[in-house]
Every structure is written in structure tokens, then in C-alpha cells.
């Protein structure tokens, strides 16, 4: 046999690694580093992905910290001015940046630059979380911060983190993908009970139908998890339920408003979407 007794064998670690024989390269991590003349093919390496990441969470971090409370605002990127939906998005993020809270978006065009308006128009703070894609259509001109992320599922966290509510407009895959995340992760207690908005009871009426008769009814879903899910068609409406949960915005009303009696609770708004 060719194989040298384990203490003859080379030996490297690398910080956590441990390497040995011919995995062992012949270079040194410093040497590759700083040999101007090595490949460059390193910078996209997964290792070197992962420190992309992590600086994508520390901007992401840094930049919101101090944000307050926000309500995240779903829908298509489709939606033109002038049209019903981008409208409504619109009426609703003016009506919570009045009451008190941040708007977060993609960033992008559609549902999202209407809420994003809107959101400026109440004197509110305008926030675009955008995404690197193939068509890269920069933020909108209405967010008053807004960071552009490489990796969708760091985005996605940004989105949780700072978010005390969720409100979902019409839209595509990319709007069911964020509704479904949201949904999960409170149905799984991995986030606190926060509201979930679905605005447009026709748009989603066909959905809520089949996730009724068909996912609860074949016990893929318990009848309750329904229950997370609030129905609303005007604005008002969207920043009552949100505001009811919320303890009616006791947190963000001045001493004297704060000590007004409080509404029914959540699940009371949510049956009566």
C-alpha cells in the first residue's frame, strides 16, 4: 500500500480548515492573494460570495437600524400611473406615512413606485429595497433611501426585519413569492404575529378559495392559518387593520392620543376583512 501512516502525512489548516496530502495546494492563501500575476477567477468564488453577503447584510443593517416602524408594501412592478391599482397603492402609503409609519418597496417601478409616492407625498419616509436583475431598472425617483442588493434572500430579510405589517397589492410571482415568505414565517413563529394585508378582495379571491377548499380542505393547512390573512378594498381600511393591531398606534401617537382606549384586537379586524 502507498498510503503514508497518518503522522507522516502533510498537514495544513487554514484558519478552520484542515487539509492534508494532495489536497494541500501549492500556494499559499497570501501568496495567491497578493500575486498580481494569479488568476482572477477567485472573485467569484464562493467563499468570496460569502463575503459579498455579509457586507450586503451590514449595509442592509446599517442603513435601517434606526428606521422605526414600516410597513412593507407588495405588488407589480405592471402597474401604470393612472391605472386603479397604482392609485390605490398610492392613497394607502400616504395614509400610513400619515399615521406615523415608514414604507418600505422594492424600489422598482408599478405598485412599488406608487407606494413610494405616496409615501412622500404624507410626509413619511420613502424606503426602496431594490434587486440586481437581467433589466435592471434602478430605484424609482420617490425613495428617500434606498440600497440595491445582489442576493434576493438578503433582501428578503431586510424586508422582515423591519417590517411590523404587510401589505400585498395585485402582482405577480415575485408579489406571491414575498406573500407566501411572510405568511410562513408568522404561521411558523419564526416572526412575530404581524398583520398581512391583501388588498383587492377579487384579485385574490380565486386564491383564497383554493388555499380554503383545497389546502385546508385536503389538511394541508389548518382552517385556522386563514386567520393570518386580512381582507381590504380601501385604503382606509388597510391602515385601520394595521394601526388596530398595533394597539392603534398607540406607539406612534403623542402622550395624550396614546391613552385613548384600544380597539378590538387583531383577530377581530382580520374576520371582519
Avoid: C
Avoid at 28 to 46: I, K, N
Avoid at 55 to 76: D, W
Avoid at 191 to 218: C, H, M, N
Wanted: charged share 20%.
Amino acid at each position: 500500500m502507498n498510503l503514508q501512516p497518518e503522522s507522516r502525512r502533510r498537514i495544513r489548516r487554514q484558519g478552520p480548515v484542515m487539509l492534508r496530502g494532495k489536497a494541500i495546494p501549492i500556494t499559499t492563501t497570501d501568496q495567491r492573494l497578493l500575486d498580481r500575476r494569479g488568476p482572477s477567477d477567485w472573485v467569484h468564488t464562493d467563499p468570496w460570495r460569502v463575503l459579498r453577503i455579509q457586507a450586503e447584510f451590514v449595509e442592509g443593517f446599517g442603513l435601517l437600524a434606526e428606521l422605526g416602524v414600516a410597513v412593507s408594501v407588495f405588488g407589480s412592478s405592471r402597474a401604470v400611473p393612472g391605472t386603479r391599482q397604482y392609485e390605490l397603492a398610492e392613497r394607502i402609503s400616504t395614509g400610513l406615512a400619515k399615521a406615523g409609519y415608514a414604507v418600505i418597496t422594492g424600489g422598482g417601478p408599478g405598485i412599488m413606485e406608487a407606494a413610494n409616492r405616496g409615501a412622500a407625498s404624507g410626509n413619511g419616509v420613502s424606503v426602496g429595497l431594490g434587486i440586481e436583475l437581467p433589466l435592471e431598472q434602478g430605484l424609482n425617483d420617490h425613495v428617500d433611501i434606498g440600497i440595491e442588493f445582489r442576493y434576493f434572500f438578503v433582501r428578503k430579510t431586510m424586508f422582515v426585519k423591519y417590517s411590523q405589517a404587510f401589505v400585498v397589492l395585485p402582482g405577480g410571482f415575485g408579489t406571491l413569492d414575498e406573500l407566501f415568505e411572510a405568511l410562513t414565517l408568522v404561521q411558523t413563529g419564526k416572526i412575530t404575529k404581524f398583520p398581512i394585508v391583501l388588498v383587492d378582495s377579487s384579485y385574490w379571491s380565486g386564491l383564497l378559495s383554493w388555499l380554503r377548499e383545497t389546502a385546508a380542505g385536503q389538511g394541508k393547512i389548518s382552517p385556522g392559518d386563514l386567520d393570518l390573512l386580512s381582507i381590504a378594498d380601501e385604503p382606509d381600511d388597510v391602515v385601520r387593520i394595521i394601526r388596530a393591531a398595533h394597539g392603534n398606534g398607540a406607539h406612534l401617537a403623542p402622550p395624550a392620543q396614546a391613552q385613548a382606549t384600544p380597539p378590538p384586537a387583531f383577530q377581530a379586524e382580520a374576520e371582519g376583512g
